[in-house]
């Protein structure tokens, strides 16, 4: 569980990054739009987006907890890391994508 909290931290800093990034390029007046379809159906998406990283680190919490013997927990310790890993990946590049189009249009 060390390791999905060590990468917690990352995963959360790039959500954000990707909030305020996002946040920014849709109100520059660029010719952009927010390919998230949730984005613009939920009114309340911003305390979403800074919540949902604490319920999956809950979740994963939840799972480490229940489960009785020691090899599942390893197992799901070491699941829930990938997991973590792989969504920080996924919001790194998300960021940079951000960026890249706030440099392009300005």
């Excluded at 990946?89 to 189009?101: D, G, K, R």
């Amino acid at each position: 569980m060390r390791r999905t909290l060590l990468f917690f931290i990352p995963y959360f800093v790039f959500n954000m990054f990707d909030l305020i990034t996002t946040k920014i390029a849709l109100s520059s007046g660029a010719a952009l739009c927010e390919l998230n379809p949730f984005y613009r159906m939920l009114p309340f998406n911003e305390i979403l987006k800074i919540i949902s990283p604490f319920f999956l680190l809950a979740l994963c919490v939840f799972l480490y907890r229940l489960s009785r013997t020691e090899e599942s927990r390893r197992k799901i310790g070491v699941s829930s890391a990938r997991c973590m890993l792989a969504i920080s990946i996924l919001f790194a590049a998300v960021t940079a994508n951000n960026v890249c189009w706030l440099i392009l249009s300005a």
